[in-house]
T-cell receptor
Framework: QKEVEQDPGPLSVPEGAIVSLNCTYS??????FMWYRQYSRKGPELLMY????GNKEDGRFTAQVDKSSKYISLFIRDSQPSDSATYLC????????????FGKGTKLTVNP | DTGVSQDPRHKITKRGQNVTFRCDPI?????LYWYRQTLGQGPEFLTY????????KSRLLSDRFSAERPKGSFSTLEIQRTEQGDSAMYLC????????????FGQGTRLTVV
């Protein structure tokens, strides 16, 4: 079993839809949780960064962390064609290298 | 543009050749990471530097791989005797080393071994 599990999709939604992306993890030591967006042939760019449990909102994006269930989510409201990309969840814990452990990524297409 | 620069962006090489990639980090970032991403997968950690010291290496980093970060500035990743399985995107990420801050990724070097 991988440390971080993420459904690779693909996920196709109409413009304006609410998108829900999820990851589960097995390592209870993870403290920092991130969502990255990656366009084709580009490096990942950070969308959301959350420490421990709770919700965080930034514009059309909301990140949720439920440490008791080892489950994190990213919601995208009013999705736009420009949101079409691969979304990667990543997590780490403080101490040591603080290397990121990534999910496989979910490929999202928002259709106009 | 995150400020992390990788060169080259794309490299095509024949099996058995050696290749070297370069990463120029954001200047004040003392932590530097290399990751490898294959098609349909998330990035996987390869190695980590704090300043010039290489402090952690993944078991993915076989003895054909070597990385350096002289003087704690730019970093190089060399692959000797390339194999087709080495074909991947090689990503560099840098971090300022302060708690609760993000890592910044470069655009990656896409390696194709033919």
């Amino acid at each position: 079993q991988k440390e971080v599990e993420q459904d690779p999709g693909p996920l196709s939604v109409p413009e304006g839809a609410i998108v829900s992306l999820n990851c589960t993890y097995s390592n209870s030591a993870f403290q920092y949780f991130m969502w990255y967006r990656q366009y084709s042939r580009k490096g990942p760019e950070l969308l959301m960064y959350t420490y421990s449990s709770g919700n965080k909102e930034d514009g059309r994006f909301t990140a949720q962390v439920d440490k008791s269930s080892k489950y994190i989510s990213l919601f995208i409201r009013d999705s736009q064609p420009s949101d079409s990309a691969t979304y990667l969840c990543a997590m780490t814990y403080q101490g040591g290298s603080e290397k990121l452990v990534f999910g496989k990524g979910t490929k999202l297409t928002v259709n106009p | 543009d995150t400020g992390v620069s990788q060169d080259p962006r794309h490299k095509i090489t024949k099996r058995g050749q050696n290749v070297t990639f370069r990463c120029d980090p954001i200047s004040e970032h003392n932590r530097l990471y290399w990751y490898r991403q294959t098609l349909g997968q998330g990035p996987e950690f390869l190695t980590y530097f704090q300043n010039e010291a290489q402090l952690e290496k993944s078991r993915l980093l076989s003895d054909r791989f070597s990385a350096e970060r002289p003087k704690g500035s730019f970093s190089t990743l060399e692959i000797q005797r390339t194999e087709q399985g080495d074909s991947a995107m090689y990503l560099c990420a840098t971090h300022p080393g302060q708690a609760n801050t993000e890592a910044f990724f470069g655009q990656g070097t896409r390696l194709t071994v033919v």
